[in-house]
């Protein structure tokens, strides 16, 4: 199951998705995202979809593998999904128990796992279309102008795309742990939720031993190169604004325009 999350892992590929600048790619994530919550109507989910869809198609990233990276998040967008049946107040349908399911709740649960389902989706075509290094020039080039005020740009480009890149190794790491303490006898699969809970707190011992050894390695590897930080570096790729850039931004801002059209018209 910890396999199956794809934020912070890249799918290797000559697309016109792959080949978008970086800073356009995080741009348009941001755009696609702040889009999802204007939406108050199931209508613009349709654009959404239709969107969603053209990229994974451009980007020639297999279906299976967008929706095997939901799958581990499963069990948060059902736990939404229900609070928000159970929380809401409004017309009451039918009881179970002493709780009562609402026309409101069950409109704001479905809007809610929707928008969780869309939220993993661009994110991950984000980190999938977009190799660790492109990434952390395109964040530093938007940090950029803050450097002025005082923000350290490429420190903090380099942090965060360091903290997705080991996202995947780390689930590989608790994967192998999880798998040597099973043969020695441990149980993560038998009992109740907090019973399954508990049983994985005998993981985070070595799980944060080996992320410190990892970091200490990589700390090491970069002090070897002689990695100084962002002054005077080279890059051997240019950051340059194509005509497909332009296209792929004016497309997701003139969703945007459309969903808060809806919303407010």
């Not at 736990?79 to 709740?105: A, C, R």
């Not at 080279?234 to 340059?240: D, F, G, V």
Request: aromatic share 10%; net charge positive; hydrophobic share 50%.
């Amino acid at each position: 199951m910890l396999k199956n999350i794809t934020i912070g892992q890249y799918y290797p590929g000559e697309t016109p998705i792959h080949n978008l600048d970086p800073r356009i790619k995080i741009l348009t994530t941001f755009i696609f995202i702040i889009s999802l919550f204007f939406i108050d109507t199931f209508l613009p989910y349709a654009l959404v979809v239709g969107f969603i869809l053209s990229t994974i198609l451009l980007s020639k990233i297999p279906i299976k593998y967008i929706i095997r990276g939901i799958k581990p998040l499963l069990i948060i967008i059902i736990v939404t999904f229900f609070i928000n049946i159970f929380m809401t107040k409004g017309e009451i349908l039918f009881e179970i128990g002493p709780l009562d399911v609402t026309k409101q709740g069950l409109i704001q649960a479905t809007f809610m796992a929707l928008r969780l389902i869309f939220l993993i989706i661009g994110t991950s075509l984000l980190t999938l279309t977009t190799s660790p290094i492109a990434l952390t020039d395109g964040i530093e080039r938007l940090l950029n102008p803050f450097r002025k005020i005082g923000v350290p740009a490429h420190e903090l480009a380099m942090m965060m795309t360091i903290a997705l890149r080991f996202i995947p190794t780390l689930l590989e790491e608790t994967d192998k742990i999880m798998m040597a303490q099973k043969a020695r006898g441990a149980d993560f699969e038998s009992g109740n939720v907090l019973n399954r809970a508990k049983s994985l707190v005998p993981l985070l011992v070595p799980l944060f031993i080996s992320a410190f050894r990892r970091a200490d390695e990589l700390a090491m590897a970069m002090e070897a190169r002689c990695y100084r930080g962002g002054e005077n570096r080279t890059r051997m790729r240019q950051l340059k604004l194509e005509k497909r850039d332009f296209f792929a931004m004016v497309i997701t801002l003139i969703l945007l325009i459309i969903i808060i059209w809806s919303r407010f018209w």
